[in-house]
């Protein structure tokens, strides 16, 4: 054995060891799942309505950590650690610190005063900036286009029915068409006067709301207001003027049939962040929303998370089901149990994801248009309730990699579900979206009113969610016995994945940054599927990687390739990124061994003491410009490299 392969077998034994110290009694990894800017003043805004402030120490929590991701300039970022300021989230933390007690003197408050104002004013705030706003009473609703409830009321098969958004999308602007059809907001305090002063620089009074509906500030404008979507909004307003009053109350009550069914359906933690939120300011303001705010308040708690940069709001209620099941395949990918503590860990870790599995098909779905659940596997827990495409992927890859070693044992029955969970997940084009299939076209992208964020309106196809659709299809197959139409699945997915490549051989990837990741998934989901790592598009994959790694054996792309679409040199070799590449290059089978033992060099010698990598740039990312803390992935997907590495990638000179 030379040295490095030494070095790399100490170094994946400490992993380990790391990951057992790691994992939470119920057998999955939690993680800091923080990141974005407008979640946590979103959260506070709604305490404030309710007059429900958090504690001391929270309040303390909250403001340390909205005070760490401001910036040099006074402002705050889309997200904590963007490179540049945004007036959607300068303004909604502004009012966030007031509501939880700093006074407007100080310095950090005064500061994001100068930038808002510099940059033109909270008029220029993003959509749901405005909105936020709007429920405060720090705007006025004239101010912002409508957002019809009555667009609900519309036969299905119009494509402007909401039913054919992307499900986030969706229920995000399910309880903002309830909230603007009531025109809902809190009741005006001494605090919602000095902030109106304070944020409007006095001008309050003399604005001209009406004419601030198309104002965005520069640094909020990502997707600019198309020719198409200004004239739907104003074709939105005329209807407004003239809306009837019991089609407008047909219409919020059918929006509160299905904010209902999202609370009963997600036993209270909704689908996402936003729509948690915005759902308990529903219920605020409902005359009979007592019960159902209380029991959608509490749950809230499940979001918060006290970080080591002080308490924030995540983007879920955790990444629970997710982290485990790439921990339990980072793990299996050691050649030989590296530590003793492996099979306790594992076993733990399957018991966490059968338990997790949905087991039972969701009541009266069609009504509120769901897609199958029966047998998915949600990104989080079990209660939390919605599948998605590639946590079922990678909850069935390991629930079958490990059946037979641990029990209880999922039924059978359930892990055929599961598959046909996945197979029902398969679109046309042979891709697979997130949560659902491709319901609208993918024009509903220009009529895109959130300003700040790329590709929300429709559920695209994703070369990642793909990748893991067909890494469980494959352990199925392999596990389960020979399926015809696993098989044709399978063949279909491959050239979905194939006519994904780019010229310079790379694959985009969309929830983490960017084309390491993307690249990495293609030639996954590829050999999943049967092609042979000699075949040319992995090897152009292959030659894409090595003609970006860096002289220290890593890689490093800045998170800004996901908003450019090409690749941006970042300033710092990157774990998890190097993972991802060096894992590439090895199922891949790259000639080059030079480069991977240099990858794999690297990963060995950015390793801590107690078998951890220290904390680095965020990764994840959603809708091409937020990013998104995943924790983990630097406790695994190194384990993981070096496990594939070791077991076939090393010189053996
Ligand atoms: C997530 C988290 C999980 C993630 C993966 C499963 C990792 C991915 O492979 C598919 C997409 C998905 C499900 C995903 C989509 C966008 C989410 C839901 C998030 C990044 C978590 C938060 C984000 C959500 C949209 C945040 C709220 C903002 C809106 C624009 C609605």
Known sequence: MDSLSQRAAQSMHRAVENLARLQHTDGSWLGDYGGPAFLLPMYVALCEAAQRLPDKQRTQRMRTYILNTQRADGS??????????SMFCTALNYVALRILGASSEETPLANMRRWMQQNGGPAGAASWGKFTLCLMGLYEWRGIWPVLPELWLLPTWKSFHPSKLWCHCRQVYLPMAWLYGKRAQAPVTALTRA????????????????????????EDNFRPQTQRLLRVNQAQAAFEAFHSKSLRNKAVDECLKHILYENRATNDINIGPVNA?????????????????????????????????????????????????????????????????????????????????????????????????????????????????????????????????????????????AVETLLSFQNEDGGFATYELKRGALWYEALNPSQVFGEIMVDHTYVECTSSCLQGLAQAQQHLGP????????????????????????????????????????????????????????????SFLLSKQRSDGSWAEHFSTARHRRWVEGEKGHVA?????????????????????????????????????????MVGIFNKSCLISYDNYRHYFPLWALGLWAGGGQSKG
Not at 78 to 84: G, I, K, N, P, T
Not at 606 to 612: F, H, P, V
């Open 195 to 218: 902030l109106r002063e304070e944020l409007w620089n006095g001008q309050w009074a003399k604005i001209s709301w009406e004419k601030q509906r198309s104002v965005v500030c520069k």
């Open 577 to 617: 990124q190097t993972s991802w590449a060096l894992m590439g290059l090895v199922l891949g089978q790259c000639p080059n061994k030079a480069a991977m033992d240099k990858a794999a060099a690297f990963l060995v010698q950015t390793q801590e003491e107690d078998g951890s990598w220290a904390r680095e740039m």
């Open 76 to 85: 705050i970022g889309l997200h904590a650690e963007d490179d540049r300021g």
């Open 277 to 417: 939120i915005l759902n308990a300011f529903v219920h605020l303001f409902r005359k009979e929303g007592r019960a159902d705010f209380e029991r959608g308040f509490a749950r809230l708690d499940d979001y918060l998370w006290d970080g080591h940069d002080g308490m924030k709001f995540q983007g879920y209620n955790s990444s629970q089901l997710w982290d485990t099941a790439f921990a339990v395949q980072a793990v299996l990918a050691t050649p030989s149990p590296v530590s003793p503590k492996t099979t306790p860990l594992l076993e733990k870790a399957y018991g966490f994801v059968r338990d997790n599995q949905i087991i039972e098909e969701l009541p009266e779905k069609e009504a509120h248009y769901r897609h199958r659940c029966l047998g998915g596997w949600p990104f989080s827990t079990r209660p939390h309730g919605w599948p998605i495409s590639d946590c079922t992927g990678e909850g069935l890859t390991c629930a079958l990699s490990l059946k037979h070693l641990f029990s209880p044992a999922i039924p059978p029955h359930l892990l055929n579900e």
């Open 483 to 542: 399926n015809p139409r696993v098989e044709k699945a399978l063949r279909r997915g491959a050239a979905f994945i194939q006519s994904q490549q780019r010229a310079d051989g790379s694959f985009e990837g969309s929830w983490a940054v960017c084309f390491t990741y993307g690249t990495w998934f293609a030639i996954r989901g590829l050999l999943a599927a049967g092609l042979p790592p000699s075949h040319s598009a992995i090897q152009r994959a292959v």
